[in-house]
């Protein structure tokens, strides 16, 4: 006996593959709204050139805990009861929450949702999980699955460093390459109506690993992953970059952008003009000592969910690109000289129509 599709079961599988496109990337021909978003910022990050775009800020970077960890899990409990103020909707009408953090266990995403009875798929996407969690989100209710999800994503300054590198009582010296941890939590509510930026399209980023063994230098560990995952937008969507006001990237840093821009360059692409960074939009390089820049979830999070969605609601932007960046190192990796995975996801956004 031969086993295979029915002509009725072959349409239905055709069907489920029209908005595929290419080998990493999919439309969305229904386009998900973000109805809301929130921001809540640290003290370092309320210094800095956004800090009048951010919902919450606060000069107590323990926010009030007894340790930088309940600091994380607290502002992600803020970021989301800030979220469903603004857009006005009870807790039990979300229907799913993708979240992660830069902690062992994501305990910041998990700790912060605990008791709450909102449903809970926990992502580890390291940096670039604000646009993991607002593409899965996307996908969720495209596809029909909720008409209300959360994208929620956190970082810490001092929790980060003690995890990944040293305990802040060290006084250790950082390299010039050493990229700011950002002490911040975004929230973004993804809805099947309403009004607000819509998302068209995304891509799904692959895991690139060039070698680089320096945990101070994740910019440029992260960049190779950041031009392949455009490349792929760019091809699978037939589109370039002239379509787009702004490709975002999720915090390389400046050596990380200049690394994407000099790769881009050699495969015969121009990004100049149009590329932009978290990692250096968040905190003035000049006046602040961040070195290379801002890192870490909360980064590209407060950067899209108290900058970029803003212009985009307003009308000043049309249309980005919103690349979220992440180093997929461990402590563990790290200590055994391994090198630095890095992987990027593309989530295309545009305007809102009010």
Request: with cysteine; proline share 3%.
């Amino acid at each position: 006996m031969v086993i295979g599709h029915t002509n009725k079961n072959r349409k239905k599988v055709d069907s489920l593959n029209t908005n595929k496109q290419g080998r990493q990337s999919f439309r969305l021909p229904q386009m998900p709204i973000i109805t809301a978003w929130a921001s809540v910022a640290g003290k370092k990050e309320s210094e800095g050139p956004l800090a009048h775009e951010f919902d919450v800020t606060s000069t107590d970077t323990l926010f009030g805990q007894k340790t930088w960890e309940q600091a994380e899990k607290q502002m992600q409990k803020i970021a989301l009861d800030t979220l469903l103020k603004k857009a006005g909707v009870a807790r039990q009408q979300i229907g799913l929450v993708f979240s992660g953090d830069l902690l062992n266990q994501c305990i910041g995403s998990s700790f912060s949702l605990r008791n709450t009875g909102l449903p809970h798929l926990g992502l580890y996407g390291a940096c670039s999980t604000m646009a993991e969690s607002l593409l899965l989100s996307a996908m969720t209710v495209g596809g029909g699955f909720s008409d209300r999800v959360v994208a929620l994503t956190s970082s810490h300054f001092a929790s980060s460093e003690r995890q990944y590198r040293f305990p802040l009582g060290y006084g250790g010296q950082r390299t010039p390459t050493a990229q700011w941890t950002v002490t911040g939590s975004g929230a973004a509510l993804v809805c099947s109506a309403g009004k607000g930026p819509r998302i068209a399209s995304c891509t799904i980023g692959t895991v690139t690993d060039l070698g680089i063994q320096d945990a101070n230098n994740m910019g440029a560990a992260m960049a190779p992953a950041a031009y392949a995952t455009i490349r792929a937008h760019f091809d699978d969507l037939n589109t370039a970059p002239e379509d787009f006001d702004l490709i975002v990237t999720g915090d390389l840093g400046q050596l990380g952008k200049e690394m994407l821009l000099e790769l881009a360059k050699r495969d015969g692409l121009s990004l100049g003009g149009k590329l932009t960074d978290c990692g250096t939009l968040v905190f003035d390089r000049d006046k602040q000592d961040v070195h290379a820049g801002g890192s870490g979830c909360g980064c590209s999070a407060i950067t899209l969910c108290g900058h970029l969605l803003n212009r985009l609601n307003s009308g000043k932007l049309k249309k980005i690109l919103f690349c979220g960046t992440g180093a997929l190192l461990s402590p563990t990796s790290t200590q055994q000289g391994l090198p630095i995975p890095g992987v990027c996801h593309a989530v295309c956004i545009h305007g809102g129509e009010n």
